[in-house]
């Protein structure tokens, strides 16, 4: 017995050494150092062979040279999860040709019209503030032009081959190498990093306050596909105060007293419930129609604001996805560039064929799983609602019930990804649009089939009431709780884990010295910032990532020191020599092959090995999809239980200050995309509009009023009544949409002012070019008496007419330079290089 005891006294000793030691650790983690700056970070995926990590690592690196000469390469090795990354930073020209492929919209100058426009590398100069390298470009610019570059990288002709020592992956010619590797689980992600010091600006603003979002940092930071999808919410924020206001006035007035049996003596009571039910589904029917139509507007002025007015292009003048498959290599019939082919036909044999036939399966399939757990349910409830030892068996239906749903969501969702990826879609909005489509449908099904069926087929008004407000209020806590609290810890645990992992060989006094050594470093440098910029603001620091470097520090203050130059010594420093400066301020960088360093008993983790093991935040589907199925339960049922506009305001309230610190803390930075509007989304809640419509009027003759008022009325006149008052109000929807534009006048002026102002610099600079290719007798004379301009204005004519007259060289993408494809030589130099 004392030998048990202390063996176990000796197991809870061990414990808490080993307790004491994880929690050590994981300061390791809490203060680690800001990273160098990257516009795009590789994450290799962690393998046994220590042989195939260098080879793949080093084998992507020499795909990289090949294809982006220009990008600088830097390699190292994340102790924490014992794997290589690749740090991609592009120079100032590549950034500007990218800038042209991604169809980034700048401002132009004012004296060449003004307005936003695709960005071209041949006229940069007629762009506002090209000149600014750190400044024209925003971080997350950058990272999404950078990322094109890698997405782009194609095998060539005859294809490529990765020979590891265990396998051989082969890529066929053009196929993209990066999203191949990814499938191929040799890479792990590509991800952008943090800029922790605008980050925490922004989470003071945007997450810890109760304010006005900050929607304009927030597309920044984030993109605009984000940025709209936060609008948006805040939008319908607004709206839901209208419905939620007169859910309590008439909760509190008419009570909503449901008789389920329409024959039941009318009284004062039940006429005040019925008329509030009936103003009610009315009023839902018309602010839907009046919220949707408001964002309509509120989503162009965001658009233009923001330059994605007109982001909307031809499916072939995008380029084709990464992920998309091609079985040849043809040029595109717009561009002429050579890209992946895939036949029509094909799509339409694998959507009709495969992809539909799968789709309805499972939406019928969960719905008749539905009516058969709803069935069980009501036998329990007949042969053990009374019993005292076996009444538990009533709550197993409705338990399975739950549990079918979360597994089916899980199983439907990487189904529907599976069917996405066979369809092979060209472009991502194509892709996007019909994942939407698919994961919608199966959504409705399992989020409002039991509504339905208790509203239409057991005609119980007062278990819909019931019924609704617990999926509505269970639904929005539980998605709160997963969304945001149960990932955040998580995420620590794991990052506590593997720095516990990384210090295993360190002693607990050598791990207390290199503990207390990190901590005090970070502390200290972390105060030598605050010292020396006190009253600099994050906002200036917005592009630069990490602790200020020397020359960064030189940088700024060229910066601060240029605002007291005039505009002519501005307009001195051309595009050639801010060219020639890029990478003037070298940063650490590692000899390749940089493996596994030799020196390992200090380890010091970085932001960018605590971001790699994040999860990835693609695009903000899930988040879409939430807000959907809420406006559902509203618009449909809510007058049912008229609280629900109070309930999902109270959620959204919460939603955004949820949704906004996820982006912050508990994903990797997600890529912006330029979206100017909610997509597929938008469509989808015009149909549920529709929908509402007829669910409500359907509610109205389902619940009895009809026949509680007008107790003669044949069962055909009932119905006549319900059909009439659902056209009222469908014409009503109609009107309003016809009288409310989609788009505010004053947009429409100032795109049309815009349009305007290109033509006529366009026939300005066309009687110019026209002048000077046919000049007169008098021009050639004087041209020979004068050898140089003796005005300004006649100076800053003939350097446009020089800049017109040369020739100029369009970039190219990587897919361009593939050995299949040929190009007759030119050689002119740009006008710019």
């Not at 590509?190 to 927030?218: C, F, M, R």
């Not at 319900?722 to 109609?734: D, G, P, R, T, Y």
């Amino acid at each position: 017995m004392a030998t048990l005891h202390n063996k176990f006294g000796a197991i809870i000793q061990d414990g808490i050494v080993e307790g004491q030691r994880f929690a050590l650790s994981s300061d390791l983690w809490r203060y680690a150092s800001t990273s160098t700056h990257c516009d795009l970070l590789i994450t290799m995926k962690f393998s046994d062979d220590d042989v195939e990590n260098k080879t793949s690592v080093m084998w992507l690196v020499q795909q990289m040279r090949e294809h982006e000469p220009n990008l600088r390469i830097e390699v190292r090795f994340h102790r924490l999860n014992s794997c290589y990354a690749i740090y991609l930073t592009a120079d100032y020209k590549s950034l500007l040709k990218g800038a042209e492929l991604c169809h980034i919209k700048k401002a132009i100058k004012s004296k060449f019209g003004g307005g936003m426009r695709d960005f071209s590398f041949e006229e940069a100069q007629f762009f506002a503030g090209v000149e600014g390298k750190n400044t024209f470009l925003s971080p997350m610019e950058r990272t999404i032009i950078v990322k094109q570059m890698v997405d782009m990288m194609r095998a060539g002709k005859g294809g490529l081959s990765l020979k590891l020592p265990r396998r051989t992956i082969t890529f066929t010619e053009g196929i993209a190498i990066v999203p191949r590797l990814i499938s191929m689980n040799v890479v792990q992600n590509v991800s952008a990093l943090h800029n922790t010091e605008y980050l925490k600006h922004l989470q003071q603003k945007w997450v810890a306050s109760l304010g006005e979002q900050p929607i304009d940092q927030v597309k920044d930071y984030f993109g605009t596909e984000i940025a709209m999808y936060f609008a948006w919410l805040g939008h319908m924020t607004t709206a839901l105060w209208f419905p939620s206001l007169l859910g309590i006035l008439m909760w509190f007035l008419g009570g909503f007293k449901y008789k389920n049996n329409p024959g039941d003596k009318q009284d004062l009571y039940q006429l005040i419930s019925d008329i509030c039910f009936v103003l009610f589904a009315f009023f839902n029917c018309i602010w839907s129609t009046i919220y949707l139509e408001w964002w309509k507007r509120v989503q162009a002025e965001l658009a233009f604001k923001w330059g994605t007015y007109d982001a909307t292009q031809d499916s072939y003048l995008q380029d084709p996805r990464p992920a998309f498959a091609g079985d040849y290599l043809a040029p595109n019939p717009v561009s002429g560039r050579m890209e992946p082919f895939y036949p029509a036909w094909k799509h339409t044999v694998v959507r009709y064929v495969i992809t539909y036939p799968i789709t309805c399966l499972c939406v019928v399939g969960m719905f008749v799983a539905m009516l058969a757990i709803f069935t069980v349910q009501d036998l329990a409830d007949f042969y053990f609602g009374e019993s005292f030892f076996f009444h538990w068996i009533c709550y197993l239906p409705m338990i399975v019930y739950a549990l079918m749903i979360v597994i089916s969501d899980k199983i439907y969702r990487r189904l529907a990804l599976v069917l996405n990826d066979w369809e092979n879609y060209r472009t991502d909005d194509e892709y996007e649009d019909f994942l939407i489509t698919k994961i919608v449908l199966f959504q409705f099904v399992t989020a409002f089939g039991s509504l339905f069926y208790i509203a239409f087929v057991l005609r119980d008004m007062k278990r819909l009431q019931e019924t609704l407000a617990t999926l509505l209020i269970t639904r929005q806590v539980t998605q709160n709780i997963m969304e945001t609290v149960v990932p955040f810890m998580i995420e620590k645990l794991k990052l506590s884990s593997l720095t516990y992992k990384m210090t295993r060989s360190m002693s607990d006094g050598t791990l207390r010295r290199h503990v207390e050594n990190v901590r005090n470093k970070r502390q200290s440098s972390v105060e030598q910032e605050e010292e020396m910029s006190p009253k600099r603001s994050p906002i200036g620091s917005f592009f630069s990532l990490g602790s200020p470097t020397e020359g960064e520090l030189r940088e700024r203050k060229k910066h601060d020191d240029g605002k007291l130059e005039t505009n002519d010594m501005k307009q001195l420093r051309t595009l050639s020599s801010i060219f020639r400066e890029d990478f003037s301020l070298k940063t650490e960088r590692l000899p390749l092959p940089e493996f596994k360093p030799s020196n390992d008993s200090n380890p010091e983790l970085t932001q960018a090995e605590l971001e790699s093991v994040m999860s990835v935040y693609a695009r903000p589907l899930d988040d879409f999809l939430e807000m959907f199925i809420q406006f559902g339960y509203v618009l449909l049922f809510s007058p049912a239980f008229p609280l629900a506009a109070v309930c999902a305001l109270i959620n959204n309230l919460i939603e955004i200050r949820v949704d906004a610190f996820k982006l912050c803390n508990t994903v990797q930075r997600p890529f912006g995309r330029r979206v100017k509007d909610i997509g597929a989304w938008q469509k989808a809640m015009e149909l549920l509009g529709i929908l509402g419509v007829i669910v409500n009027c359907a509610l109205i003759g389902q619940s009895g009023l009809v026949q509680r008022i007008w107790p003669d009325l044949s069962w055909g006149g009932q119905i006549l009544i319900v059909v009439v008052l659902e056209h009222v109000i469908l014409a009503s929807k109609m009107i309003i949409d016809i009288l409310v534009p989609d788009v505010p006048h004053w947009v429409r002026i100032e795109t049309a002012k815009q349009e305007h102002f290109r033509r006529e610099a366009f026939k300005r600079e066309s009687r110019l070019l026209s002048h000077t290719q046919t000049p007169s007798s008098d021009q050639l004379q004087s041209s020979n008496n004068q050898q140089e301009p003796t005005t300004p204005d006649a100076a800053s004519r003939f350097n446009r007419l020089d800049q017109i007259n040369r020739s100029k060289r369009r970039s190219i993408t990587p897919m361009v330079r593939l050995s299949s494809f040929t190009r007759k030589p030119r050689n002119e130099d740009n006008c710019i290089d």
